[in-house]
């Protein structure tokens, strides 16, 4: 790492060759040399000459540097002359400019770099264009799939009681009573979700922390009771941002009506497909409630509009369960405690939900305690709860559906004492199992039309709603499914 104060640049330099003061900084590069003049494209030559500028201003003299191509097994050379040099500080200046007018240059039109850009999971060139700037867009179905369809990392749950979770090289594993339960890979967890009381050892946390990989403590019910991550995320500006807009109501009211208005629209579709005779009046309810998300002036109107539509969402909710009888008998909505089964059901699946957008908005940079729906209050993760919103209908409720009407769950698998039902442990262990499925099932994306997880999904809609608040996209594009 190389600093020059007068050039106001700092350098990661691969590697550099020399004897005595005279020195070539050399740039590892994957694939093959282009087909471009000197075998290499401008950016990488200036890449070199700013590099060789800074070994200049440490006191080493530079003439040339060299791009070593890995795929190939070939060395580039790149001359420095007046003409790179010249250009090299006019982009740096350029590049300082850009910087300092504080917005962030829209993505490349369909650039061939893009598959292989290490930033495009966080970038999503295609999606932002598309949704940006539809004159200079990509049409639907050219939107390109940049970024895998699943994650390969997936949530390691803990719920055996007395169990502890340790380290032994590149493993996690856990043990009861000595006995070794499991091991996981540490690169194939995305987090870590610990139900009651497991205990993790200080090495084993110490890794998570470094991996970025969230720890998430639960009550042995399933209630969500906190979060171990490691250093908080470098993205300032993003939470300057989202400060900004959940202290004003100008900026917050608009994202909060796109929320419920996604919110209500799905659970319309979730009836309409599942309900045995869906109920038209109750559908065009729905339809009207969601209508009027986009008019409301205030939180409080917003709020009445969600209990509404929550009413008669719920209303019909019992149509949708074939299995029905007086297990699985749904009177409405009810929880700390729930008091049935289905209630006992949807209430575990939210607080899962509600962890991996907690999850999900950590690792894009957000903070989860501060929401533009959802009003701060000491311990609530109002972000959290603002981006599971609109999954909580097509992603948990449609899981609690499934399970039942498939009979993968039953009366054997919940507990009654003293007014609330509970789930036993292998009725939690089923709902988990199915909850992961939903996660990593693929649908087609309705606005990019590629093929992607539910899990990956959610990441994009917090990565889209960054871009919002960093004054990319005019509106937050809330997921709404057909
Ligand atoms: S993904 Fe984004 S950052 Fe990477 S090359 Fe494409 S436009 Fe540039």
Redesign the pocket.
């Known amino acids: 790492m190389l600093s020059g104060e007068a050039l106001g640049a700092i350098a990661r330099i691969d590697l550099v060759e020399g004897e005595g003061g005279r020195v070539t900084p050399v740039d590892y590069k994957r694939g093959r040399p282009p087909n471009a003049p000197g075998g290499a494209w401008e950016p990488e030559r200036v890449q070199l000459c700013l590099q060789s500028l800074l070994l200049r201003a440490n006191g080493y003299s530079c003439s040339e540097g060299v791009l070593y191509f890995v795929e190939a097994k070939e060395r580039v050379t790149v001359p420095f002359d007046d003409a790179l040099e010249s250009r090299t500080r006019e982009l740096l200046g350029e590049l300082r400019t850009m910087a300092s007018g504080g917005r962030i240059p829209p993505?490349?039109q369909d650039?061939p770099?893009?598959p292989r850009?290490?930033?495009?999971g966080i970038?999503l060139?295609d999606e932002i264009n598309l949704l940006s700037e539809p004159a200079r867009a990509p049409r639907r179905q050219d939107v390109r799939r940049?970024v895998p369809g699943r994650d390969d990392a997936l949530p390691l749950y803990v719920q055996a009681q007395g169990a502890i979770v340790g380290k032994t090289g590149d493993l996690l594993e856990i043990r009861v009573k000595g006995s070794l339960l499991q091991t996981a890979r540490l690169m194939e967890v995305s987090h870590l979700a610990l139900y009651g009381n497991v205990q993790v050892t200080s090495q084993a946390l110490r890794e998570l922390c470094a991996r970025d990989i969230p720890v998430c403590y639960f009550s042995y019910g399933g209630w969500f009771q906190g979060i171990t991550t490691g250093m908080a995320h470098k993205n300032v500006e993003l939470r300057c941002r989202q400060y900004a807009a959940a202290m004003s109501t100008g900026a917050s009211l608009p994202i909060a009506r796109r929320i419920m208005f996604g919110k209500i629209k799905n659970s319309r579709t979730l009836l309409r497909r599942n309900h045995k005779d869906p109920p038209a009046a109750v559908l065009a309810e729905l339809d009207r409630l969601a209508a009027r998300t986009q008019a409301a002036e205030s939180m409080e109107t917003l709020l009445g509009i969600e209990g509404a539509a929550a009413r008669a969402y719920f209303g019909e909710f019992q149509g949708m369960l074939k299995a029905g009888g007086m297990i699985f008998n749904f009177q409405g909505r009810n929880r700390r405690p729930p008091r049935d089964p289905v209630n006992a059901i949807i209430s575990f699946l939210y607080s899962m939900l509600i962890r991996q957008a907690m999850v999900t908005a950590i690792a894009v940079g957000f903070d989860p305690y501060l929401g533009f729906y959802h009003q701060p209050k000491y311990g609530k993760p109002a972000l959290a709860l603002d981006l599971a919103e609109e999954f909580r209908s097509i992603i948990a409720d449609s899981v609690c559906i499934g399970m039942i009407n498939n009979g993968e769950i039953g009366g054997e698998h919940a507990i009654a004492r003293g007014g609330e039902v509970a789930l036993t442990q292998t009725g939690r262990r089923k709902v988990i199992e199915a909850f992961e499925r939903r996660m990593d099932a693929t649908i087609t994306h309705p606005l990019f039309g590629y093929a992607v997880s539910y899990r990956r999904i959610m990441e994009v809609q917090a990565r889209l709603l960054a871009r919002h608040l960093l004054g990319e996209l005019s509106s937050y594009p809330v997921f709404r499914t057909r």
């Open positions: 993505p490349l650039s770099k893009c850009c290490s930033l495009v970038c060139p940049l």
